[in-house]
């Protein structure tokens, strides 16, 4: 009998795969190794356990990200107030299974949940799961279902819990087409560092690689997407696994952990005495703490702070590894006086409120943020990956200096762009030593110097302002989302789809706190926006907690999860919606417009021989979300008029429950300002829309 190792196809991420099941002989083909496993493992009385283990891609720690990349190992529940409660839970849930002669696998599993504290899972049933929704109806007094009306959405909602709540966000499928529609969910979370865990039932072991009904191979699918995953083929290894699973979905740089569980495991039957050693903590969390990054030394701190001392033009380029360190960042900035910009991801991080604010940078980043990375001298990347759309050509981005980069994730280091300081650390502690450094005078800013460079960046900022077009009548996409942050004082939690909806959002509705903002940002997933606010309503919910939650979508993007208004209503969950609605796949169409001559190739949404773009008839809108809306039972409106907008919008965010608001635009207009993909700050547009393009292909001919 030989024991092997299955090496993954991207050793680059520091990926591997293992099974711990014997097999006979030299490794076989996947498929093959899966049908081989079931006569070796002996059907469902095997003791075996199979486990499929992703490594993290930080190759020096166990470490992925949470919704922020920065954010050391912590329990979900900090405060002693919660943690007493949830200690209350674990032993009534204990007591309660002791009292029976012996306890289903799914009930285990469940039980599982209530001692992580999960007190909300998004799950759709189906055939391989329905044992595990059986189980959540005995504990509806701790952990409550929301029932999405797709997978997708179910994902996407447990991301948007977890961004607002900083917990791990569930979720739960069945085999088969379920778990597969978990999929892109699944790599959104990866890619935006989502600490998640992603439950999955499988067909049983005995059918497992037979081709059975519904059956797929999810460990081997997922395997490139997840942080973590397993396939537990034992009951006494679900208890294990889970704690197992959590920690490692929100330690060191949170992700994606899977689960795939057979239905016979879920089925089988475990003891009353054997139920306080299948609970035993794991011997394997030890192993796992070992391997995240040891907190920064004082010696390598000094280095950085000094370099920030010395430096004439410093700047800040903070990501979502700050989302969890907003406090230590603005001190940061209160000891520096250094100006800061956000990427996509890292929006909240600092307040868009303070002075020294740039806004994002990037490829649709503010003229005056992408201006000070260009000129600085000493780029500070605190939590980011240098990812294309912020540094458009490398090595153009901030071309004059020297760089800090700070990140929990070794592997982000140095992988795109070289720099002249790396700390592999938490954010959080390393932000801590760096104020500490300034607050004892170890380190003093040149405040003369600085000031020449913050006066430049503020001229900047005031000669460059973000501006949108002012039309007769017809309301700018720009305005809707302007007006509605003015309606909700900026405190509102946003989620959006992806597209041009998407960065005007991310340009015009400005935060001031950490976790309030939701998107898609490095998957890019259309259809996100109704599902994550979904998720982050049910989160408010849970907690007793009214927050204004609105959903800024793109009709494209709104169509593709537009079955979620069943859940939202159902659920009584309170959100808004605004789509932006302009006929159009409007950041394809922009793309069209500036390099494809404007010429439309399937971008345009509506019927093809009406267009209400030229007919102006409110009877060509297609498709009509006023009315699909209400055959939910959710209120809405449509608001074509630049006069009518305010009052649209008050009307929504005042509604008591679920409201959709329809707010017709142009589709010729284009989100700016633009940096071509490849680009550098020295390509920036600033100016034109669809309008100039049309004429220009008139002139042509076409």
């Given at each position: 009998m030989k024991v092997f190792s299955v090496h993954s196809r991207f050793p680059e991420k520091g990926v591997r795969a293992t099974t711990t099941a014997p097999v006979v002989g030299l490794p076989l083909p996947l498929r093959q190794q899966r049908r081989r496993r079931k006569y070796v493992t002996g059907g469902p009385a095997t003791q075996h356990v199979v486990q499929h283990v992703v490594v993290p891609r930080a190759s020096s720690s166990y470490s992925a990200s949470s919704s922020s990349k920065g954010k050391k190992a912590t329990s979900s529940s900090s405060s002693s107030s919660s943690s007493s409660s949830q200690q209350r839970q674990q032993q009534q849930g204990l007591e309660h299974s002791r009292q029976q002669k012996s306890i289903k696998g799914c009930d285990v599993l469940v039980e599982s949940l209530v001692r992580e504290g999960v007190d909300v899972v998004f799950a759709y049933p189906g055939g391989a799961s329905m044992e595990i929704h059986q189980a959540l109806t005995r504990q509806e007094a701790n952990i409550t279902n929301v029932l999405c009306r797709h997978e997708q959405g179910e994902v996407f909602a447990a991301e948007g819990y977890a961004k607002v709540t900083g917990k791990v966000g569930v979720c739960i499928a069945t085999s088969g087409p379920g778990a597969t529609n978990l999929v892109t969910g699944i790599a959104d979370a990866m890619l935006d560092s989502v600490p998640m865990v992603a439950?999955?039932?499988?067909?049983?072991?005995?059918?497992i690689g037979t081709d059975a009904f519904q059956e797929t191979p999810t460990v081997e699918i997922t395997r490139p997407i997840t942080k973590h995953n397993y396939l537990v083929m034992d009951i006494k290894d679900i208890p294990r696994v889970v704690s197992e699973a959590f920690y490692l979905a929100k330690s060191g740089r949170p992700g994606p952990v899977l689960i795939d569980i057979p239905k016979d495991v879920q089925q089988q039957m475990m003891s009353a005495h054997e139920i306080d050693t299948a609970f035993e903590p794991s011997k394997m969390l030890e192993y796992y703490s070992k391997r995240l990054p040891e907190p920064p030394t004082n010696g390598l701190l000094l280095d950085v702070a000094r370099a920030i001392a010395s430096a004439e033009r410093p700047m800040l380029y903070v990501g979502g590894g700050c989302v969890d360190s907003a406090d230590e960042l603005a001190r940061f900035v209160e000891l520096t006086g250094i100006p800061v910009a956000q990427t996509l991801m890292g929006l909240g991080s600092f307040s868009e409120m303070h002075p020294l604010a740039l806004q994002m940078l990037g490829m649709h980043g503010t003229i005056y943020a992408n201006y000070a990375i260009d000129k600085c001298d000493l780029l500070l990347a605190f939590g980011v990956r240098f990812d294309d759309r912020v540094t458009g050509k490398v090595k153009d981005f901030a071309p004059n200096a020297s760089i800090?980069?700070?990140?929990?994730?070794?592997?982000?280091?140095?992988?795109n762009k070289a720099v002249d300081y790396s700390v592999c650390a938490d954010m959080k502690q390393s932000l801590q030593g760096l104020n500490r450094l300034f607050e004892e005078k170890q380190v003093e800013m040149n405040a003369e110097v600085l000031k020449k460079w913050t006066d430049d960046v503020l001229e900047q900022k005031e000669k460059k302002a973000m501006e949108y077009p002012q039309y007769e009548d017809a309301i700018a996409p720009q305005q809707a989302i302007k007006v509605l942050e003015e309606?909700?004082?900026?405190?509102?939690?946003?989620?959006?789809?992806?597209?041009?909806?998407?960065?005007?959002?991310?340009q015009?509705?400005?935060?001031?706190?950490?976790?309030?903002?939701?998107?898609?940002?490095?998957?890019?997933?259309m259809g996100f926006g109704l599902p994550a606010a979904l998720g982050a309503a049910a989160a408010f919910k849970a907690a007793g907690e009214?927050?204004?939650?609105?959903?800024?979508?793109?009709?494209?993007?709104?169509?593709?999860?537009?079955?979620?208004l069943a859940a939202i209503k159902a659920e009584e969950l309170d959100v808004k919606v605004m789509v932006i609605n302009n006929q159009h796949l409007g950041m394809v169409v922009q793309w069209e417009d500036r390099f494809y001559k404007a010429n439309r190739a399937h971008t345009y949404l509506g019927l093809k021989d009406k267009e209400w773009h030229k007919s102006e008839d409110e009877l060509d809108i297609y498709p009509d979300f006023v009315k699909?809306?209400?055959?939910?039972?959710?209120?809405?409106?449509?608001?074509?008029?630049?006069?009518?907008?305010?009052?649209?919008?008050?009307?929504?965010v005042n509604h008591d429950g679920p409201y959709l608001l329809d707010v017709m635009v142009p589709h010729i207009e284009h989100v700016l300002p633009m940096i071509p993909g490849g680009g550098g700050f020295k390509d920036t547009i600033n100016d034109g829309d669809g309008?100039?393009?049309?004429e220009e292909r008139k002139m042509d001919g076409l």
């Open positions: 439950i999955t039932g499988q067909v049983p072991r005995r059918m800090v980069h700070i990140d929990i994730d070794a592997a982000e280091i140095g992988k309606v909700t004082e900026g405190n509102a939690v946003i989620s959006t789809g992806v597209g041009q909806h998407q960065m005007w959002a991310a015009w509705y400005r935060f001031s706190k950490p976790r309030r903002w939701l998107t898609s940002g490095g998957l890019g997933s009214k927050v204004t939650v609105v959903d800024i979508d793109g009709d494209g993007s709104f169509l593709m999860n537009v079955q979620e699909m809306s209400e055959s939910y039972g959710i209120p809405a409106k449509r608001v074509v008029h630049k006069k009518d907008l305010r009052a649209a919008i008050e009307e929504m309008s100039m393009f049309h």
